[in-house]
């Protein structure tokens, strides 16, 4: 499988106090895979990637949110952690990003509370979803079909609920980005 991604770009948006872990799994594995990921954020500079309620690790940022464009990326990669979750949510360019990858039919992959981004931009209305159990009535206010899987896919929606879940949630992301 080490090259069935050669080629395919991931654009990784976060924001400070993503969940480390959300972002170095299937990071790894979609480079392992043959993809490029790139960690877009706000700001240029660095980001840091929290273990639960404990920062951790700092991580470069590649791009802004305003510098890219979404025909250069074949996926988009949600990570979640509250603070980062909370953050990016409100940043209309964040926003616009996942709505020109919905509008584009790219991937969308979301962990944990990743997908408060989603229900910001307005994206979720008629989907099942999946994600940390405390989103279930925001998702479901915001129209979305709420379901307790491992992984879920729908359409170009990948979701999961938590680390435990990455390893399938990174062979999701994969098979689809493949096909």
Sequence with gaps: MAQTLQGKRVAILVTD???QVELTGPREALEQAGARTDIISASPGKVTGWNHTTPADEFTVDNTFDSIR???????????????????RSNEMAQELVRDAARANRTIAVICHGSWLLISAGVVQGKTITSWPSLTDDLKNAGANWV????????DLISSRKPNDIPAFSKAVIEALAA
């Design 17 to 19: 106090g993503f969940e």
């Design 70 to 88: 979404i025909e250069d990326y074949d996926a988009l990669l949600l990570p979640g952690g509250v603070v980062n979750s909370d953050n990016i």
């Design 148 to 155: 307790d899987q491992q992984v879920v896919v729908d359409g």
